[in-house]
């Protein structure tokens, strides 16, 4: 999941891999290819 975000934002990187829980669930927006929105849905 951080590798697929960190192509479309490098501040998605190892320090947001290494906060994120196990399991997450984030839901990404779109604008055409640009990533314009993450909400993580998990609690």
Do not use: A
Not at 16 to 41: A, C, H
């Amino acid at each position: 999941m951080t590798l697929i975000l960190n192509c479309f934002d490098k501040s998605y990187n190892y320090e947001f891999w290494k906060s994120t829980t196990m399991p997450d669930i984030y839901r990404l927006e779109f604008q055409g290819t640009d990533l314009i929105n993450v909400t993580r849905e998990w609690k």
